[in-house]
């Protein structure tokens, strides 16, 4: 840069790109005492280009020690301070960009972080469970629901941006469900499908029917059959026969079969009963034995028969612990004097103690 190309002009545009020009060269190492003295003549022309330098200056970062170029335009010696005061310029620039490309990556880290909690795997989700006979297994969904697979059952999972749907293979679960009203959660089954919002309550399929209790909140209940791939409510669309749809509330049950063919109220008492099982344990109040045996077998791979048919109406009051069907067997034999036949490893036999 030299005198023929800097020039004062009144228009302060043109003033502040001229300032701009010199704060970038003053900045520079190789600056000439020629060009720092034609700084100064640029500068000192006006009021008006001292101003404009000046704030082109303190936009750029303050650079005061400019104020010395006139003392030392001309020396020698002021070249290399005015080299540290560039230097010590340029480590500051260059820690602001370091803090605002830190502060650029954290914004991103965030904007990320929204992205993700809106569209991310949360929403975009799919899984299989399975539980073999006896076992049980509790699995927590990314939107905070939770699902507990009771024995010898099995749920296909799929989130999408628009549904949260379940398929119930077969056996038993209890749902509690986080609340997303444009997000439906629904259970399917090969009876029917529960659509819940933000509520708690247990499916159980069987070949003859569809149980269903609501524990909390509510739930609909439709006649539809699932198909060999997850259902969405645009999947009915097309059907000529709309399926017919029931609510069910906390404190009832329904019952699925040949259509809905029951919705009854449950005592809170019988309701707890009911989903005892989520602790993994079992209580009989009265039930007869071919009840009891019933329900245990769903627990076991040992096959239990009853000897004596007139046992079979026996009341029984006692407590299983999931997976301990020996204990079991004592409690009968303790509570009820029902012995146990050994047929093989895996078949015995109840009958009446003489």
């Known amino acids: 840069m030299s005198d023929s190309n800097i020039r004062s002009l009144p228009d302060s545009a043109q003033a502040e790109t001229e300032a701009s020009e010199w704060v970038i060269r003053l900045q520079e190492a190789d600056i000439t005492p020629a060009e720092l003295a034609a700084f100064e003549a640029w500068r000192n022309q006006s009021a008006q280009h001292k101003d404009a330098f000046e704030r082109m200056a303190d936009f750029w970062g303050g650079l005061d020690f400019v104020e010395k170029l006139t003392d030392y335009a001309e ?21 602001r960009l370091m803090v605002g490309s830190i502060a650029a990556c954290f914004l991103a880290f965030v904007a990320m972080s929204i992205y993700r909690s809106a569209f991310g795997p949360e929403n975009i989700f799919h899984g299989s469970y399975e539980t073999e006979v006896g076992r049980q297994e509790v699995v927590d969904l990314p939107d905070g629901s939770q699902i507990v697979l009771n024995t010898n059952s099995m749920a296909e999972i799929t989130y999408t941006d628009d549904f949260r749907t379940i398929r119930l293979i077969r056996g038993e679960a209890y749902f509690d469900v986080a609340p997303n009203k444009s997000r439906p959660f629904s259970v399917q089954t090969k009876k029917g499908t529960v659509t819940a919002v933000g509520t708690a309550f247990s499916v159980r399929v069987s070949e003859a029917q ?12 439709e006649e539809t059959r699932l198909d060999d791939k997850p259902q969405r409510r645009s999947d009915f669309a097309g059907n000529q026969e709309k399926p017919s749809m029931v609510e069910v509330s906390a404190g009832q049950s329904a019952v699925i079969g040949r259509g809905v063919e029951e919705i009854s109220l ?3 008492l019988a309701l707890n009963k009911e989903l005892d099982w989520r602790d993994g344990e079992l209580s009989f109040n009265g039930e007869t034995l071919a009840q009891v045996v019933d329900e245990i077998s769903r627990y076991t791979d040992i096959s239990i028969e009853i000897g004596d048919d007139s046992l079979k109406h ?9 997976g301990d069907v020996e204990r079991m067997f004592e409690a009968l034999n303790v509570m009820a004097n029902i012995q146990v036949e050994r047929l093989d490893e895996g078949h015995v036999r109840l009958y009446r103690a003489s």
Not at 75 to 95: G, H, N, Y
Not at 314 to 322: G, H, P, S, T
Request: charged residues 25%; positive net charge.
């Open 210 to 221: 569809l149980d269903v209790i609501v524990a909390h909140g509510r739930v609909a209940l």
């Open 314 to 322: 026996q009341r029984i009051v006692a407590y299983y612990k999931i």
């Open 266 to 268: 449950i005592a809170p």
């Open 75 to 95: 020396s020698d010696a002021a070249i290399e301070p005015m080299r540290q005061d560039r230097l010590a310029r340029r480590l500051s620039l260059v820690r």
